[in-house]
Protein backbone atom coordinates (compact mmCIF):
# COMPACT_ATOMS: atom_id res chain seq x y z
CA UNK A 1 0.00 0.00 0.00
CA UNK A 2 1.47 3.43 -0.29
CA UNK A 3 1.55 5.89 2.09
CA UNK A 4 2.81 9.25 2.51
CA UNK A 5 3.92 10.67 5.76
CA UNK A 6 5.50 13.17 7.31
CA UNK A 7 8.29 13.51 10.05
CA UNK A 8 8.41 13.20 13.11
CA UNK A 9 7.63 9.67 12.72
CA UNK A 10 5.50 9.07 15.91
CA UNK A 11 4.46 5.98 17.34
CA UNK A 12 0.65 6.86 16.10
CA UNK A 13 2.32 7.00 12.78
CA UNK A 14 4.10 3.91 13.27
CA UNK A 15 1.36 1.97 14.06
CA UNK A 16 -0.62 2.53 11.06
CA UNK A 17 2.67 0.61 8.57
CA UNK A 18 2.88 -2.29 7.83
CA UNK A 19 6.20 -4.46 6.28
CA UNK A 20 5.79 -4.04 2.61
CA UNK A 21 3.75 -0.76 2.21
CA UNK A 22 5.69 1.41 0.25
CA UNK A 23 5.98 5.19 1.88
CA UNK A 24 6.87 8.21 0.52
CA UNK A 25 8.45 10.50 3.69
CA UNK A 26 8.70 13.98 4.14
CA UNK A 27 9.87 16.08 6.43
CA UNK A 28 13.21 16.90 8.82
CA UNK A 29 15.28 13.39 8.99
CA UNK A 30 18.95 12.96 10.71
CA UNK A 31 22.06 11.15 8.87
CA UNK A 32 24.12 9.39 10.99
CA UNK A 33 26.31 5.99 10.05
CA UNK A 34 29.47 4.25 11.58
CA UNK A 35 31.66 6.40 13.27
CA UNK A 36 28.54 8.86 14.38
CA UNK A 37 27.11 6.06 16.08
CA UNK A 38 30.41 5.22 17.43
CA UNK A 39 30.57 8.85 18.95
CA UNK A 40 27.31 8.96 19.97
CA UNK A 41 27.08 5.93 21.69
CA UNK A 42 30.61 6.83 23.50
CA UNK A 43 28.37 10.18 24.72
CA UNK A 44 25.83 8.61 25.97
CA UNK A 45 28.43 6.19 27.88
CA UNK A 46 29.94 9.26 29.32
CA UNK A 47 26.34 10.93 30.59
CA UNK A 48 26.81 13.29 27.84
CA UNK A 49 23.48 14.53 25.46
CA UNK A 50 23.20 13.48 22.78
CA UNK A 51 24.02 16.15 19.51
CA UNK A 52 20.21 16.26 18.21
CA UNK A 53 16.71 15.14 19.62
CA UNK A 54 16.51 11.78 19.54
CA UNK A 55 13.22 11.22 20.44
CA UNK A 56 10.24 10.24 17.21
CA UNK A 57 13.56 11.15 15.41
CA UNK A 58 14.71 9.40 11.84
CA UNK A 59 18.44 8.07 11.42
CA UNK A 60 18.99 7.67 7.66
CA UNK A 61 21.86 5.39 7.75
CA UNK A 62 24.27 6.81 4.68
CA UNK A 63 27.22 8.82 4.55
CA UNK A 64 26.43 11.33 1.32
CA UNK A 65 29.21 11.93 -1.78
CA UNK A 66 30.44 15.93 -1.97
CA UNK A 67 27.81 18.55 -3.22
CA UNK A 68 28.65 20.16 -6.77
CA UNK A 69 28.20 23.84 -6.52
CA UNK A 70 24.37 24.81 -5.82
CA UNK A 71 23.21 21.27 -4.62
CA UNK A 72 21.93 20.44 -1.46
CA UNK A 73 23.89 17.05 -1.28
CA UNK A 74 25.43 15.00 -4.10
CA UNK A 75 24.75 10.94 -4.52
CA UNK A 76 22.66 9.64 -1.45
CA UNK A 77 21.59 6.00 -0.78
CA UNK A 78 21.47 4.14 1.80
CA UNK A 79 24.47 2.02 3.97
CA UNK A 80 23.91 -1.48 5.23
CA UNK A 81 22.00 -1.11 8.66
CA UNK A 82 23.29 -4.61 9.97
CA UNK A 83 26.41 -2.38 11.14
CA UNK A 84 24.22 -0.25 13.25
CA UNK A 85 22.50 -3.31 14.95
CA UNK A 86 25.24 -2.85 18.11
CA UNK A 87 24.15 1.05 18.52
CA UNK A 88 20.15 1.20 17.20
CA UNK A 89 18.39 -0.45 20.58
CA UNK A 90 19.95 1.95 22.81
CA UNK A 91 18.81 5.10 20.42
CA UNK A 92 15.43 3.28 20.21
CA UNK A 93 15.21 3.12 24.02
CA UNK A 94 15.49 7.30 24.29
CA UNK A 95 13.02 7.47 21.54
CA UNK A 96 14.42 7.43 18.18
CA UNK A 97 11.39 5.66 16.25
CA UNK A 98 12.13 5.10 12.71
CA UNK A 99 15.63 4.08 10.75
CA UNK A 100 16.21 4.14 7.14
CA UNK A 101 19.02 1.88 5.65
CA UNK A 102 19.33 -1.66 4.01
CA UNK A 103 19.91 -4.84 4.73
CA UNK A 104 18.68 -7.26 7.74
CA UNK A 105 18.51 -6.61 11.39
CA UNK A 106 19.54 -8.41 13.78
CA UNK A 107 16.99 -9.91 16.98
CA UNK A 108 17.81 -7.73 19.69
CA UNK A 109 16.68 -4.19 16.89
CA UNK A 110 13.79 -6.16 15.96
CA UNK A 111 13.05 -6.61 19.85
CA UNK A 112 13.77 -2.70 20.28
CA UNK A 113 11.78 -1.91 17.53
CA UNK A 114 8.49 -3.90 19.17
CA UNK A 115 9.28 -2.55 22.65
CA UNK A 116 9.22 1.16 20.95
CA UNK A 117 6.77 0.72 18.49
CA UNK A 118 9.02 1.54 16.39
CA UNK A 119 10.00 0.95 12.17
CA UNK A 120 12.63 0.07 10.15
CA UNK A 121 12.64 1.65 6.60
CA UNK A 122 14.70 0.20 3.09
CA UNK A 123 15.44 2.69 0.75
CA UNK A 124 16.79 1.23 -2.07
CA UNK A 125 20.60 0.50 -2.32
CA UNK A 126 22.63 1.98 -5.40
CA UNK A 127 20.13 4.59 -6.29
CA UNK A 128 21.59 7.47 -4.71
CA UNK A 129 21.70 9.62 -7.64
CA UNK A 130 17.76 9.25 -7.62
CA UNK A 131 17.25 9.79 -3.68
CA UNK A 132 19.40 12.73 -3.54
CA UNK A 133 17.00 13.95 -5.66
CA UNK A 134 14.68 14.20 -2.86
CA UNK A 135 16.57 15.88 -0.42
CA UNK A 136 16.14 19.35 -0.69
CA UNK A 137 18.23 20.66 2.28
CA UNK A 138 21.85 19.32 4.04
CA UNK A 139 23.36 20.84 6.70
CA UNK A 140 25.77 19.14 8.75
CA UNK A 141 25.06 18.68 12.89
CA UNK A 142 27.95 17.68 14.30
CA UNK A 143 31.26 15.98 13.86
CA UNK A 144 32.68 17.25 10.90
CA UNK A 145 36.13 16.20 10.91
CA UNK A 146 34.23 12.32 10.24
CA UNK A 147 33.78 13.87 6.56
CA UNK A 148 31.14 12.09 4.96
CA UNK A 149 30.44 10.47 8.30
CA UNK A 150 29.19 13.46 10.03
CA UNK A 151 25.64 13.63 11.57
CA UNK A 152 23.82 15.17 9.08
CA UNK A 153 19.94 17.14 9.49
CA UNK A 154 18.12 17.10 6.03
CA UNK A 155 15.11 18.09 4.81
CA UNK A 156 13.67 15.37 2.38
CA UNK A 157 10.43 15.81 -0.25
CA UNK A 158 8.28 12.32 -1.23
CA UNK A 159 11.38 10.23 -0.16
CA UNK A 160 10.46 6.89 -1.21
CA UNK A 161 10.94 3.96 1.32
CA UNK A 162 9.91 0.44 2.17
CA UNK A 163 8.44 -0.64 5.47
CA UNK A 164 10.91 -3.63 5.96
CA UNK A 165 10.05 -4.12 9.96
CA UNK A 166 6.85 -3.18 11.41
CA UNK A 167 5.85 -2.33 14.94
CA UNK A 168 4.79 -5.50 15.08
CA UNK A 169 8.10 -6.77 14.18
CA UNK A 170 6.49 -8.71 10.72
CA UNK A 171 9.66 -8.41 8.37
CA UNK A 172 9.13 -8.40 5.10
CA UNK A 173 12.87 -9.47 3.82
CA UNK A 174 11.99 -12.62 5.84
CA UNK A 175 8.29 -12.83 3.98
CA UNK A 176 9.34 -12.00 0.44
CA UNK A 177 11.51 -13.47 0.16
CA UNK A 178 9.81 -17.33 1.00
CA UNK A 179 7.49 -16.21 -1.51
CA UNK A 180 9.82 -16.52 -4.15
CA UNK A 181 12.03 -18.90 -3.13
CA UNK A 182 12.04 -22.05 -4.84
CA UNK A 183 15.42 -23.92 -4.01
CA UNK B 1 61.66 -2.49 -29.32
CA UNK B 2 62.19 -0.67 -25.61
CA UNK B 3 59.23 1.91 -25.52
CA UNK B 4 59.82 4.67 -22.64
CA UNK B 5 56.70 5.79 -21.07
CA UNK B 6 56.31 8.77 -17.97
CA UNK B 7 54.30 7.20 -15.29
CA UNK B 8 52.09 10.36 -15.53
CA UNK B 9 49.92 8.84 -17.84
CA UNK B 10 49.24 6.44 -15.92
CA UNK B 11 48.01 9.25 -13.38
CA UNK B 12 45.98 11.06 -16.52
CA UNK B 13 44.03 7.74 -17.19
CA UNK B 14 43.48 6.68 -13.50
CA UNK B 15 42.10 10.11 -12.84
CA UNK B 16 39.76 9.97 -15.69
CA UNK B 17 38.69 6.64 -15.29
CA UNK B 18 37.82 6.93 -11.28
CA UNK B 19 35.43 9.36 -12.58
CA UNK B 20 33.77 7.31 -15.41
CA UNK B 21 33.52 4.50 -13.42
CA UNK B 22 31.39 6.11 -10.88
CA UNK B 23 29.27 7.85 -13.34
CA UNK B 24 28.83 5.76 -16.35
CA UNK B 25 28.03 2.05 -15.90
CA UNK B 26 29.47 0.10 -18.68
CA UNK B 27 27.08 -1.12 -21.66
CA UNK B 28 27.33 -4.76 -20.65
CA UNK B 29 25.89 -3.94 -16.77
CA UNK B 30 23.17 -1.47 -18.48
CA UNK B 31 22.19 -4.30 -20.98
CA UNK B 32 22.03 -7.05 -18.10
CA UNK B 33 19.51 -4.49 -16.33
CA UNK B 34 17.23 -3.83 -18.94
CA UNK B 35 16.41 -7.52 -19.13
CA UNK B 36 16.55 -8.73 -15.76
CA UNK B 37 13.35 -5.99 -15.68
CA UNK B 38 12.03 -7.20 -18.21
CA UNK B 39 11.58 -10.42 -16.75
CA UNK B 40 11.23 -10.27 -12.89
CA UNK B 41 7.91 -11.74 -11.81
CA UNK B 42 7.73 -9.47 -8.38
CA UNK B 43 5.69 -6.19 -8.75
CA UNK B 44 7.86 -4.38 -6.32
CA UNK B 45 10.92 -6.02 -7.92
CA UNK B 46 10.02 -4.44 -11.42
CA UNK B 47 9.59 -0.98 -9.63
CA UNK B 48 12.92 -1.44 -7.80
CA UNK B 49 14.44 -2.37 -11.18
CA UNK B 50 13.09 0.47 -12.76
CA UNK B 51 14.18 2.91 -10.37
CA UNK B 52 17.92 1.75 -10.77
CA UNK B 53 17.51 2.48 -14.51
CA UNK B 54 16.25 5.91 -13.97
CA UNK B 55 19.01 6.16 -11.22
CA UNK B 56 21.67 5.42 -14.11
CA UNK B 57 20.00 8.17 -16.19
CA UNK B 58 19.99 10.73 -13.81
CA UNK B 59 23.89 10.10 -12.78
CA UNK B 60 25.16 10.61 -16.35
CA UNK B 61 22.67 13.20 -17.39
CA UNK B 62 23.00 15.32 -14.03
CA UNK B 63 26.47 14.09 -12.76
CA UNK B 64 25.36 12.52 -9.29
CA UNK B 65 27.77 9.42 -8.85
CA UNK B 66 25.59 6.60 -9.30
CA UNK B 67 26.11 5.25 -6.04
CA UNK B 68 27.09 7.42 -2.96
CA UNK B 69 29.77 4.64 -1.96
CA UNK B 70 32.37 5.68 -4.85
CA UNK B 71 34.33 2.64 -3.20
CA UNK B 72 37.66 1.72 -2.71
CA UNK B 73 39.90 2.48 -6.27
CA UNK B 74 40.79 -1.27 -7.23
CA UNK B 75 42.96 -1.17 -10.35
CA UNK B 76 44.97 -3.90 -12.13
CA UNK B 77 47.68 -3.12 -14.16
CA UNK B 78 49.37 -4.97 -16.70
CA UNK B 79 52.91 -3.60 -17.72
CA UNK B 80 53.88 -4.73 -21.08
CA UNK B 81 58.03 -6.08 -20.66
CA UNK B 82 59.11 -4.22 -22.86
CA UNK B 83 58.28 -0.86 -20.91
CA UNK B 84 60.78 1.82 -19.58
CA UNK B 85 58.86 3.64 -17.20
CA UNK B 86 60.03 7.17 -16.48
CA UNK B 87 58.97 9.83 -13.83
CA UNK B 88 57.29 9.06 -10.34
CA UNK B 89 56.79 5.37 -8.99
CA UNK B 90 54.40 3.44 -11.08
CA UNK B 91 52.28 3.08 -7.08
CA UNK B 92 52.62 7.15 -6.60
CA UNK B 93 51.00 7.73 -10.23
CA UNK B 94 48.00 5.67 -9.62
CA UNK B 95 47.54 7.42 -6.63
CA UNK B 96 48.11 10.72 -7.62
CA UNK B 97 45.51 9.61 -10.40
CA UNK B 98 42.60 8.59 -7.50
CA UNK B 99 43.47 11.60 -5.48
CA UNK B 100 42.70 14.36 -8.77
CA UNK B 101 39.87 11.99 -9.41
CA UNK B 102 38.24 11.55 -5.91
CA UNK B 103 38.75 15.18 -5.66
CA UNK B 104 37.53 16.69 -8.89
CA UNK B 105 34.93 14.25 -9.79
CA UNK B 106 33.18 14.71 -6.76
CA UNK B 107 33.44 11.02 -5.55
CA UNK B 108 33.42 10.01 -1.74
CA UNK B 109 36.26 9.62 -0.03
CA UNK B 110 35.71 6.27 1.73
CA UNK B 111 39.15 5.19 3.23
CA UNK B 112 40.65 4.92 6.05
CA UNK B 113 44.53 4.70 6.92
CA UNK B 114 45.05 2.32 9.34
CA UNK B 115 41.84 -0.60 9.66
CA UNK B 116 41.66 0.02 13.40
CA UNK B 117 42.64 3.73 14.15
CA UNK B 118 40.46 4.12 11.40
CA UNK B 119 41.37 8.10 10.68
CA UNK B 120 40.20 8.84 6.87
CA UNK B 121 42.40 9.57 4.49
CA UNK B 122 40.48 11.96 3.24
CA UNK B 123 41.87 11.91 -0.91
CA UNK B 124 40.70 7.90 -1.33
CA UNK B 125 43.53 6.96 -1.09
CA UNK B 126 45.73 4.45 -1.18
CA UNK B 127 44.48 2.41 -4.11
CA UNK B 128 44.48 -1.75 -3.99
CA UNK B 129 47.14 -2.41 -7.19
CA UNK B 130 47.51 -5.93 -8.62
CA UNK B 131 50.55 -5.80 -11.15
CA UNK B 132 51.39 -8.23 -13.80
CA UNK B 133 54.23 -8.02 -15.89
CA UNK B 134 53.35 -8.68 -19.47
CA UNK B 135 54.58 -9.43 -22.99
CA UNK B 136 54.85 -6.65 -25.55
CA UNK B 137 55.06 -2.76 -24.83
CA UNK B 138 51.50 -1.42 -23.72
CA UNK B 139 50.05 -0.96 -20.59
CA UNK B 140 46.53 -2.36 -19.43
CA UNK B 141 44.69 -0.39 -16.82
CA UNK B 142 41.61 -2.39 -15.91
CA UNK B 143 39.32 0.10 -13.26
CA UNK B 144 37.44 -1.71 -10.79
CA UNK B 145 36.20 0.87 -7.91
CA UNK B 146 34.55 -1.14 -5.35
CA UNK B 147 31.98 -0.71 -2.65
CA UNK B 148 31.73 -2.32 0.29
CA UNK B 149 27.95 -3.06 1.60
CA UNK B 150 28.63 -6.16 -0.89
CA UNK B 151 32.73 -6.57 -0.51
CA UNK B 152 31.36 -7.32 3.37
CA UNK B 153 29.54 -10.29 1.99
CA UNK B 154 32.15 -11.76 0.16
CA UNK B 155 33.88 -15.19 1.41
CA UNK B 156 36.50 -17.96 0.69
CA UNK B 157 35.96 -21.31 1.63
CA UNK B 158 39.01 -23.71 1.37
CA UNK B 159 37.40 -26.51 0.14
CA UNK B 160 38.70 -30.46 -0.05
CA UNK B 161 39.16 -32.03 -3.58
CA UNK B 162 36.35 -34.54 -2.75
CA UNK B 163 34.59 -31.54 -2.32
CA UNK B 164 33.98 -31.18 -5.87
CA UNK B 165 31.91 -28.78 -8.29
CA UNK B 166 28.72 -29.91 -5.79
CA UNK B 167 31.41 -28.49 -2.66
CA UNK B 168 31.90 -25.19 -5.35
CA UNK B 169 28.36 -24.40 -6.27
CA UNK B 170 27.35 -24.90 -2.06
CA UNK B 171 29.49 -22.44 -1.58
CA UNK B 172 28.88 -19.95 -4.13
CA UNK B 173 24.93 -20.01 -2.72
CA UNK B 174 25.76 -20.23 0.77
CA UNK B 175 27.80 -17.00 0.47
CA UNK B 176 24.72 -15.62 -1.69
CA UNK B 177 21.98 -16.62 0.91
CA UNK B 178 23.91 -15.04 3.78
CA UNK B 179 24.42 -12.13 1.79
CA UNK B 180 20.97 -11.44 0.60
CA UNK B 181 19.65 -7.95 1.21
CA UNK B 182 22.90 -6.37 2.25
CA UNK B 183 24.89 -7.06 -0.75
CA UNK B 184 22.41 -4.62 -3.10
CA UNK B 185 20.89 -7.12 -5.59
CA UNK B 186 20.32 -7.77 -7.90
CA UNK B 187 24.52 -8.51 -7.52
CA UNK B 188 26.74 -9.41 -9.60
CA UNK B 189 29.10 -12.95 -8.33
CA UNK B 190 33.05 -13.32 -9.01
CA UNK B 191 34.25 -16.32 -8.28
CA UNK B 192 37.64 -17.51 -8.24
CA UNK B 193 38.47 -20.98 -7.97
CA UNK B 194 41.65 -23.03 -7.71
CA UNK B 195 45.37 -21.36 -6.72
CA UNK B 196 46.02 -20.53 -3.57
CA UNK B 197 44.27 -18.80 -0.78
CA UNK B 198 44.98 -15.16 -2.02
CA UNK B 199 44.85 -16.02 -5.51
CA UNK B 200 41.27 -17.90 -5.67
CA UNK B 201 40.40 -13.96 -3.93
CA UNK B 202 42.28 -11.77 -6.85
CA UNK B 203 40.87 -14.58 -9.44
CA UNK B 204 37.30 -13.56 -8.16
CA UNK B 205 38.12 -9.81 -8.30
CA UNK B 206 39.38 -10.09 -11.70
CA UNK B 207 36.14 -12.00 -12.75
CA UNK B 208 34.08 -9.26 -11.43
CA UNK B 209 35.73 -7.26 -14.45
CA UNK B 210 34.83 -9.16 -16.89
CA UNK B 211 31.99 -7.94 -19.15
CA UNK B 212 28.76 -9.91 -17.62
CA UNK B 213 27.53 -10.81 -21.10
CA UNK B 214 31.02 -12.67 -21.81
CA UNK B 215 30.58 -16.28 -20.77
CA UNK B 216 34.50 -18.65 -19.33
CA UNK B 217 36.48 -19.44 -22.03
CA UNK B 218 36.10 -23.04 -21.00
CA UNK B 219 33.27 -25.22 -21.29
CA UNK B 220 32.41 -26.91 -17.99
CA UNK B 221 33.06 -23.62 -16.39
CA UNK B 222 30.90 -21.88 -18.83
CA UNK B 223 28.09 -24.64 -18.09
CA UNK B 224 28.46 -23.92 -14.44
CA UNK B 225 28.99 -20.06 -14.62
CA UNK B 226 25.05 -20.94 -16.25
CA UNK B 227 23.59 -23.05 -14.21
CA UNK B 228 25.05 -21.16 -10.77
CA UNK B 229 23.50 -18.37 -12.16
CA UNK B 230 19.55 -20.40 -12.20
CA UNK B 231 20.28 -21.31 -8.92
CA UNK B 232 20.97 -18.00 -7.68
CA UNK B 233 17.79 -16.83 -8.87
CA UNK B 234 16.06 -19.59 -7.62
CA UNK B 235 16.68 -18.07 -4.07
CA UNK B 236 14.22 -15.94 -4.07
CA UNK B 237 16.03 -12.77 -2.70
CA UNK B 238 14.93 -10.33 -5.95
CA UNK B 239 16.02 -6.90 -6.29
CA UNK B 240 16.62 -4.94 -2.81
CA UNK B 241 16.30 -7.99 -1.13
CA UNK B 242 12.57 -7.81 -1.32
CA UNK B 243 11.53 -10.71 -3.28
CA UNK B 244 11.68 -12.09 -6.80
CA UNK B 245 13.66 -13.58 -9.53
CA UNK B 246 16.29 -11.18 -9.78
CA UNK B 247 19.18 -11.82 -7.46
CA UNK B 248 21.66 -11.84 -9.72
CA UNK B 249 22.88 -10.66 -13.20
CA UNK B 250 25.82 -12.94 -13.84
CA UNK B 251 28.16 -15.69 -12.49
CA UNK B 252 31.59 -14.87 -13.96
CA UNK B 253 34.22 -17.67 -13.06
CA UNK B 254 37.95 -17.34 -13.46
CA UNK B 255 39.98 -20.58 -12.86
CA UNK B 256 43.97 -21.10 -12.32
CA UNK B 257 45.57 -24.55 -11.63
CA UNK B 258 45.71 -25.67 -7.83
CA UNK B 259 47.49 -27.83 -5.36
CA UNK B 260 46.42 -31.84 -5.17
CA UNK B 261 45.55 -31.21 -1.61
CA UNK B 262 43.00 -28.15 -2.37
CA UNK B 263 40.21 -26.83 -4.06
CA UNK B 264 39.60 -23.09 -2.87
CA UNK B 265 36.84 -20.75 -4.04
CA UNK B 266 36.71 -17.30 -3.31
CA UNK B 267 33.51 -15.64 -3.96
CA UNK B 268 33.48 -11.56 -4.70
CA UNK B 269 29.67 -10.15 -4.68
CA UNK B 270 29.37 -6.70 -6.13
CA UNK B 271 25.99 -5.21 -5.93
CA UNK B 272 24.48 -3.90 -9.53
CA UNK B 273 26.41 -0.91 -9.70
CA UNK B 274 29.52 -3.35 -10.60
CA UNK B 275 31.58 -0.92 -12.21
CA UNK B 276 34.48 -1.58 -14.61
CA UNK B 277 36.58 0.04 -17.12
CA UNK B 278 39.59 -1.02 -19.18
CA UNK B 279 42.00 0.88 -21.48
CA UNK B 280 45.08 0.73 -22.79
CA UNK B 281 47.95 2.53 -23.18
Redesign the interface.
Known sequence: MEKYITAPVTSEKTKELQAGDYVYLSGTIYVARDAAHKRMSEALGRGEELPFDIRDSTIYYMGPSPAREGRPIGSAGPTTATRMDKYAPALLDLGQKAMIGKGKRSRDVKDAIVRNGAVYFAAVGGAGALLSKCIVKSEIVCYEDLGTEAVRRLEVRDFPVIVVIDSGGRDLYETAVREYCLI | MIRNVNTQIIADAVKEMCIDTNYYLSEDMREAMRKSADGE??E?GRK?LG??L???K??GE?????????GMAVIFLEIGQDIHLEGMAVEEAVNEGVRAGYRDG?????VVGDPLL?D?T?DNTPAVVHYSIVPGNKITITMAPKGF?SE?MSRIFMLKPADGVDGVKDAV?TAVRDA???A?PPMVIGVGIGGTFEKCAILAKKALARPVNERSEFSHIRQLEEELLE?VN?????P??????TTALAVNINTYPTHIAGLPVAVNIC???NRHMIREL
Open positions: KSLIQLDNLIAEMIPICQDTYLRKSRNKGNLGPNCSRLGIGGGLGGTCHV
